[in-house]
């Protein structure tokens, strides 16, 4: 699977828009971008993930770049509770690698009151 | 409601003594893996399973096995623990198509002595 780069720290203010930038410019075709997050030591929580086409769900928004090399999660109102590590990973769509998800080591996002 | 159970949560071993960690899914998901996560190396996957019968390794897969007999539980074997395995494990599921996240469980911290 492609290596993604991501800032290792980002900080918000409560109620405003956070947005996580996430570098993978080796991606292929059919690979996707997934992100997660994962709160002190609790399971990794799925946000969301995309192919080429921007989406949003109750969570929050992924915007990929054209020509797929980039991607950006938005949180559009941060609060208190989505301070967490966000990690950005590109995960083949199928075959026998799909198993495989590798976790880099994130950014650390801390929203502030 | 749709979840993965890890058991137990918290367990803390002798060098030697066989273990298992058990890891059942409640949503027919084919898709099941093991993680470990420990201070500045991340998440890293142990092993994976597309189904029934079919596992493969992940990156850090030895000192471990496991099986996938039933579709629903994907139990983590340590056959001669050691102290190098005192981790944070995690196991997940997934659905096999490539639009789906994985759902992860709620960790089970081990140390090993």
């Known amino acids: 699977d492609a290596k993604t780069t991501q800032p290792t720290s980002m900080d918000c203010a409560e109620g405003r828009a956070a947005n996580l930038p996430c570098n993978h410019s080796t991606i292929s075709g059919n690979e996707y971008v997934y992100w997660y997050r994962q709160i002190h030591s609790q399971g990794p929580q799925y946000i969301i993930h995309?192919?080429?086409n921007n989406e949003t769900n109750e969570m929050a928004s992924l915007i990929i770049t054209e020509d797929r090399k980039s991607s950006t999660l938005i949180l559009p109102h941060a609060t208190l509770r989505d301070t967490a590590v966000y990690y950005c990973i590109v995960r083949s769509a199928g075959g026998t690698s799909y198993g495989k998800l590798t976790f880099g080591q994130g950014t650390i996002l801390t929203v502030h009151p | 409601e749709a979840q993965v159970t890890q058991n137990p949560r918290y367990l803390i071993t002798v060098t030697g003594k066989k273990l298992t960690v058990t890891c059942s899914q409640n949503m027919n998901h084919e898709y099941m893996s093991w993680y470990r996560q420990d201070p500045g190396l991340g998440l890293r996957q142990i092993y994976y399973s597309m189904n029934v019968e079919v596992t493969d390794k992940g990156d850090v897969p030895e000192g471990y096995k496991v099986s996938r007999k039933e579709k629903r539980n994907f139990p983590l074997i340590l056959e001669s623990p050691s102290p190098n395995q005192t981790s944070l494990y995690f196991c997940?599921?997934?659905?096999?198509?490539?639009?789906?996240?994985?759902?992860f469980g709620s960790g089970t911290r081990l140390t090993v002595v």
């Open positions: 995309g192919l080429k």
């Open positions: 997940a599921s997934s659905r096999s198509s490539g639009d789906g996240g994985y759902t």
